[in-house]
Every structure is written in C-alpha cells, then in structure tokens.
C-alpha cells in the first residue's frame, strides 16, 4: 500500500483537526508532511510532536519562536510567514496538499501547490470564489486534481464517478437553512452571534457557521460548483434540506437523479478526498432510515437571506464581482462576530460594496488581488462610519 505525503494548510481549525484525526486512525496510509496554523503556536506545537512533520509554518511571525524553541531538538523545520505558506507546499515529497486556510489566503499558497503539480484536497472554497477559472485553467495545465472537501461539492464529486460519458443537467445544493431557517426580517433583525453560532447539525468554525446562517455559505459553494463541474448559472439550484442526510443531487440529462447520503459528518469529504479513486474502511457513526423517517425540501428564502441572491447576483455579472462579495463578506462577518454590525446589516455593505468596486471583466490575479484589496478597505470604511452614525 502506497503512504501518501499529506501537507496541512490551516491544521487548527475544524477541517484541520478533524484531518489530523482521519490520519490518526489510518497511519499505514497517510504520513504528515507539513502542518501550518495562523496563531495558535500552543496546538501546532501539540499537533506536531505527535504527528512529526518536515516542516511547520506558523504564519504569524510574532509566534515564531514560541514555536521554534518548543520543537528544538526534534528535527522538525519551523518557517513563519505567509511567503513560507507557498513555499512548503511545493516540497517533492508531499503528494497531496489539503488547504483548509479560511477565506482568501488559501489563495495563493493553492495555486504554488498547483503550479508545482500537488494534488489539492479542497476546503478552502474562497480560492475558487474568487479566481475560479484562473485556478481551474492552472489545475488543467498542470494535470492536477482538485479533490472537493465541501460535503456539498463532495457529494456531487461522488455522484458524478463513473458518469463521465454523461451531461449533467442539473445539480442540487442542499442546504440545511442554519439556525434560522423559517424566521423572518423582523426577527433577525435582532439575531446576535450567539444565535448565528448554534448550528443545528454540522460543527464547524465561527466564520462558515455565520456564512451557514445568512446563507452565504450557500452563495459561496453556488459559485465554486460552477468552477468545479463546469456548469452554467441555469444548471445550478439550492434546495433547503433541514436534516442534512442528502448532501446534493445530480440529475442527468436523462432525468435520472443520483444523491449521495450520509450523516452529517465532516470526516466523510475528508477522507474521501485523501483516500481518492479509492475509499476506505473506517468506523465513523452509520445511518439509520428508522432514525430519519421523513426527508423534507424547501425552497431557498433569499427575500429574508439575500446574502445567497447577491452571490447568484455576482456569478451572473461575473469578472472580480465574485472576488468583491467574498472580500466584502470576510470583513462583515468578522465585525459581526465582533458585534459592530447586525446580522441584516451585513447584506447591505456587501451590495454597496458590489456597486462601488470598479469592474473587471477579465481579471488578472493581479487584478484580484488589487480588487481584495480596494473592497476590504471599502467595507472598513462603511462599517466605521455605520458604527459613528449609530452612536
């Protein structure tokens, strides 16, 4: 049995930790070749002593030698930085790189890890939000796979196995409708972060629990499936599905559906992408059908939750527009969860945003990066100034 190299991009949050713990349970197939974390020097130090890398990157400088003094002696090579994120992507040695970085900086350390040939285990959705066809095009040019992690995009990745030969005609994203799936206007008006954190299913980080909860979670896997299995704005619906059992659907050209099913468990997408073309045994919890006697669908609200109608609204526009809602979205969340914005008030920044950033039609990453730039700067400005005006 052949080991695969697996290189860890964000190895302390959920898709990190819950990673480490699929490899920890398949030693005799995986190996850990780098680990890398933001800030928290305590859990990569933990993490890597067990796990014994080459390498470990700590992007935040400040922590370096917190890290560096904690692992001296160990033969394991710490780096801190951003430039050492894309950089140890590219060892020979690693096989296959899961880059579970939040929002926009999985960017660039994704694409040094297609351009020197790494298989990518995708979590980072963002990467494909904001420069879907200049990844994907990369991807192609240098024969690399991209291994959906999203249970969402997974679930259409399995589906479409052995179906190659076969147009889609369309694909359902099932979503779960979050913590307040049926509410109205006048109350999320009133939500606060303690509300938009208590998902009802699935365990995830603050940021994509919020997103999950003002349905922009949705938007954004709406546009990174466009990427993925090339398909046009028409051929793809969001379904609410409050069990979160069906984790999407692919219908054919011939009207025949196939889904694929499962509790709603991250390890599942994890190890399905690290494991690829083959699966493998594990002892993750089975479903049961008595436990689940109805299966129930609805139609998406994005009247209430326009966060999922301004994502359709940017993928029909196309260009940067995709780049400008993600960049806009990062910030508002992270004032959100820091209390100086409502939950509503976060869809009104990001439609100013999207009217205010100049467009561009073809960007460059250049482009993509200046226009990450300019709309994080943008929605700054409107935060503090809705904060002055309130106060």
Known sequence: MTVKNIAILGSSGSIGTQALEVIRENRDRFNVTVLTVQQNAAMLVNQALEFMPEKVVIADENRYKEVHDALAG??????????ALAEVVTLGQVDIVL???VGFSGLKPTLAAIRAGKDIALANKETLVVAGELVMNLARQHGVHILPVDSEHSAIFQCLAGEEANAIEKIYLTASGGPFRGRDRAYLSGVSREDALRHPNWVMGAKITVDSASLMNKGLEVIEAKWLFGLDL?????????????????QFEDGSMKAQMGLPDMKLPI??????????????????????PTLTFERADTDTFRNLGLAFSALK?????PCVINAANEIVVAEFLN??????????????CMSSIAFVNNPSLEDYLETDRETR?????LVTKSTINLS
Request: net charge negative; glycine share 8%; hydrophobic share 40%.
């Open 74 to 83: 160990t033969g394991i090579e710490v780096l801190a930085g951003e430039v």
């Open 99 to 101: 880059t579970a970085l």
């Open 234 to 250: 028409p051929q793809i619906e969001v379904v609410v599905h409050p069990q979160s059992v069906i984790h999407s659907i692919v």
């Open 271 to 292: 190890q399905y992408a690290l494991t690829h073309p083959g699966r493998t045994r594990n002892n993750f919890p089975r479903f049961d059908f008595m436990n689940y």
């Open 317 to 321: 526009q196309g260009g940067n527009m």
């Open 339 to 352: 209390n100086r914005v409502g939950f509503l008030e976060m869809s009104d920044l990001i439609e100013t």
């Open 377 to 381: 700067l943008l929605t700054r400005r």
